[in-house]
């Protein structure tokens, strides 16, 4: 029965990537992917914040916070992934500005693929990765559907509009099927992780990574909330990947999929509540102008 549900997953994690990647695509052109990433103060410190704030504040955390060797090692292997491959259907969710989101999650993903060979060894014993072992799936599953949306929407235009509504749709059955049977499959662990207060340094975790990709990604409250969103939900295909092929330990993985899980739910959760208090925010700005 759990090995059906894992295909059921993996199915519903396949739909959810490819149908969110090239319904971006047909929604989007490469000017406008590119246009938000023209800012070298944005680009700066979304780097700054992906690949130097959260890692160095997960390392500190783990080093204070007593945890078992495989749990810490996991976390930093999280926290060291950036790029989520749902970034642009969490920037849907949350309004957030979706060529942004595109174009964040490409220069993150790719910051990944040299980053994460050269800083998890230094961190975690043991490891041993290369860049392509990272760079083919994600290529394969992101860039690949991303390019052949962005095709479609140059070439035939026309049709680009009736095929994305329906993609989308597809990518929202898939995320919500996933997290489903997901958390099915992963309630033990979560039990286990509450237990040991594991479950309580992911949320600090969380916490901390949404709060500062908020705060640094301004100067507009589209590109806040997608930086936000993209600092929150690492890039867990390329964390399970590096943990699958150096771990033995089913802790490490666990740690990782349980880390992904609540990062996606307290998002769907949490994002419309941000929606409503960017809102208000600005009722108030424009009453005091007034």
């Known amino acids: ?37 023209r800012s070298p103060r944005l680009v700066i410190l979304s780097l700054l914040t992906n690949f130097v704030l959260v890692p160095v504040f997960v390392y500190l ?29 969490l920037a849907e969710i949350v309004k957030g500005n979706i060529a942004f989101s595109v174009g964040l999650m490409m220069l993150l993903m790719l910051g990944t693929i040299f980053y994460m060979p050269i800083v998890l060894p230094l961190v ?46 597809l990518s929202s059955i898939g995320l919500l099927f996933g997290l489903v049977v997901r958390l099915f499959i992963h309630t033990n662990d979560i039990i286990s992780l509450l237990k040991t207060g594991a479950i309580f340094v992911c949320a600090i975790f969380i916490i901390f990574s ?26 867990f295909a390329a964390a399970l990947l590096v943990a699958t092929s150096n771990f033995d330990d089913p802790s490490v993985v666990s740690i990782i999929m349980v880390t992904s899980l609540l990062m996606m739910v307290i998002v769907i959760i949490a994002g419309p ?11 108030e700005i424009k009453q005091v102008e007034v």
Do not use: H
């Open 210 to 235: 949404f709060s500062v990709g908020y705060i640094l990604g301004g100067p507009g409250i589209d590109t806040q909330r997608v930086l936000a969103v993209g600092t929150a939900q690492r890039n």
């Open 273 to 283: 509540k941000f929606i409503e208090i960017d809102q208000a925010t600005d009722a």
């Open 124 to 169: 975690v014993q043991g490891v041993q990765i290369n860049s392509w072992d990272i760079a083919k799936p994600l290529l394969l599953l992101m860039v690949s559907p991303l390019v052949i949306g962005l095709f479609i929407k140059a070439k035939f235009a026309a049709i680009a509009p009736i095929i994305q509504p329906i993609l989308f749709k």
């Open 61 to 89: 955390l783990v080093q204070v916070v007593p945890l078992s060797e495989p749990l810490r090692d996991g976390l930093l292997i999280m926290a060291l992934a950036s790029g989520p491959p749902a970034l642009p259907k």
């Open 1 to 37: 029965m759990n090995e059906i549900l894992v295909v059921i997953d993996k199915l519903a994690l396949f739909t959810f990537i490819v149908c969110t990647m090239l319904g971006a695509g047909l929604g989007l052109t490469v000017q406008q992917i590119w246009e938000p990433l």
